[in-house]
């Protein structure tokens, strides 16, 4: 995975084949990770799948099951503080 602002970073971590894109404030979720934008770092893997993103780094997820085209999400959702 590669960050551009100002420049590109290489984060060396693998990600989801088809990974999930959420960018809000300083930080963006790609699938499995949480990256900070403006450091770089990247936390994680996450170990749920990621429905919301905080401005603060947070991540909303479902506690009893995740989301697939199968089924819905299954609560109760609460936020992930995955950023030390």
């Given at each position: 995975?590669?960050?551009?602002?100002?420049?590109?970073?290489?984060?060396?971590?693998?990600?989801?084949?088809?990974?999930?894109?959420?960018?809000?404030?300083?930080?963006?979720?790609?699938?499995?990770?949480?990256?900070?934008?403006?450091?770089?770092?990247?936390?994680?893997?996450?170990?749920?799948?990621?429905?919301g993103?905080?401005?603060?780094?947070?991540?909303?997820?479902?506690?009893?099951?995740?989301?697939?085209?199968?089924?819905?999400?299954?609560?109760?959702?609460?936020?992930?503080?995955?950023?030390?």
């Amino acid at each position: 995975m590669t960050v551009d602002p100002p420049g590109e970073a290489e984060l060396g971590v693998e990600l989801d084949r088809n990974p999930d894109v959420l960018v809000q404030g300083g930080f963006a979720y790609v699938s499995p990770w949480l990256v900070d934008l403006v450091s770089g770092k990247p936390y994680g893997p996450v170990p749920k799948r990621a429905l919301g993103l905080a401005r603060t780094g947070e991540l909303l997820v479902a506690e009893g099951g995740d989301t697939s085209a199968e089924k819905l999400a299954i609560g109760p959702l609460r936020w992930l503080d995955v950023v030390p």
